[in-house]
């Protein structure tokens, strides 16, 4: 029984399980978290009251778990490493490939009992900003680059930064219109939700399955079709997607479409760059002959710094084209990242093209349509402010 319990604390929690710190016990601040007990000790800091035993020096602890101190090593040390991988052609082979290990494993040593976290968000930005800073001081110089190749990069490096705010915007909530008649409402929604279930599925069949609202668990909130409630985030989304940590933000349906136009302006930015380097640092070579063997680069420790760079950047441009691939492939099948999780969970979907979707054909008309519906999906403000007739 003893054991059972003890598995029930760490096995994985469901999506739209609750989850909060203080009930979790590998957490060593539990007592100071974003509910109830965080406000009562900064309260207590705030009185210069003495905090209760094991949560000593608590607030301290967690403002400098909100600062993220620990993502300064990975800063600095990584101008270090590209710099050390530049000086020969098995050193960087050897980086390169470790690279993305090490950056994992220090995450998750320093960052795994957080929720949110900006440590990819700032890796991110910094590693951008380092590219293009190289690109100006030691490509630019060689004068091989145009004023307009300059400005088409530039202008993607902006676009990027712009799309990327309007990404942060915020996914879309699903907030009730009046917090204080939240719970009764639901609950009365709910009763009518049990007891209307039966009827509408003799009447209406498959399609009351796909349009009903549905009452969160967590949140207590009833919620419109396809929306979900992110653990991360703490909130229920509309049309959610997926908990993007690249972006420290939920994807859903305010800001999807600017999500994936930030992936497809920095990958077509990034592959413009690495052959704009490429061709500059190797002219007379192929551009993928130039990035797999360009041995003339590492004459010049700069030329071998932008050669290495060039690598850390298609590294990372791969990775990101694979997950604009899947977001193109999940919108035409009309399917989100969550709803293919739990039809694999629920073995409900079906495996297309290798692998890379799960077609669950409850909500796809058609290519055609189903970009459409993407396309013109509007932010809809949802509360509780419904008809009883939505529920099924």
């Known amino acids: 029984m003893e054991s059972r319990m003890k598995w029930e604390k760490l096995k994985p929690p469901e999506p739209d399980d609750p989850l909060c710190c203080c009930k979790c016990d590998i957490y060593q601040n539990r007592c100071c978290c974003d509910c109830e007990d965080l406000d009562e000790a900064f309260n207590r800091w705030l009185k210069d009251r003495p ?8 607030v301290f602890g967690a403002m400098v778990d909100r600062l993220e101190i620990s993502i300064v090593p990975v800063l600095v040390l990584l101008p270090l490493l590209l710099q050390v ?6 050193l960087g082979i050897i980086i390169l490939t470790t690279l993305p290990g090490l950056v994992l494993w220090y995450y998750y040593a320093t ?30 110089p060689h004068g091989d680059i145009s004023p307009l190749q300059l400005c088409t990069v530039t202008t ?3 676009l990027t930064i712009v799309s990327l705010i309007l990404t942060k915007r915020g996914p879309g909530f699903v907030t009730p219109s009046h917090p204080e008649a939240c719970s ?27 349009t009903k609202w549905s009452r969160c668990p967590v949140c207590k909130i009833i919620r419109p079709p396809r929306a979900g409630h992110c653990r991360t985030c703490g909130a229920c989304v509309q049309r959610l997607d997926h908990h993007c940590i690249w972006i420290n933000s939920c994807i859903g349906q305010a800001n999807h479409r600017s999500f994936l136009f930030t992936l497809c302006v920095f ?43 060039a690598w850390y950047s298609s590294i ?34 079906r495996s297309r093209l290798f692998g890379l979707v799960i077609d669950t054909g409850q909500y796809s008309h058609g290519f055609c349509q189903n970009w459409i519906e993407f396309l013109t ?8 402010r419904y008809s009883l007739t939505d529920l099924v």
């Not at 990819?120 to 293009?132: K, N």
């Not at 409402?185 to 209307?196: F, K, Q, V």
């Not at 052959?275 to 010049?300: E, F």
């Not at 999906?377 to 509780?384: E, H, K, N, Q």
């Open 377 to 384: 999906m509007a932010d809809t403000s949802v509360s509780l």
């Open 267 to 309: 990958v077509l930015t990034s592959l413009y760059g690495i052959s704009l380097v490429l061709w500059s640092l190797c002219p007379h070579h192929n551009l993928m002959t130039a990035l797999l063997y360009c041995p003339t680069v590492y004459n010049q420790s700069s030329t071998a710094l932008c050669f290495t760079c």
């Open 85 to 90: 991988a530049a000086l020969h052609y098995l």
């Open 316 to 349: 990372v441009t791969a990775g990101l084209f694979y997950l604009l691939v899947v977001q193109i492939l999940n919108i035409s099948f009309n399917v989100t990242e969550r709803e293919s999780q739990l039809a694999l969970r629920n073995k409900m979907g």
């Open 184 to 210: 009764q409402e639901a609950n009365e929604a709910s009763t009518h939700l049990r007891a209307s279930t039966q009827t509408a599925a003799s009447s209406a069949g498959t399609s009351a399955e796909t």
């Open 156 to 158: 993607g490096m902006i």
């Open 51 to 58: 905090p209760k035993s094991g949560c000593q020096s608590v």
């Open 111 to 140: 960052h795994r009992k957080r929720r949110r976290t900006l440590f990819f968000l700032t890796l991110s930005l910094y590693s951008l900003f380092y590219m293009y800073f190289l690109f100006i001081t030691e490509i630019l």
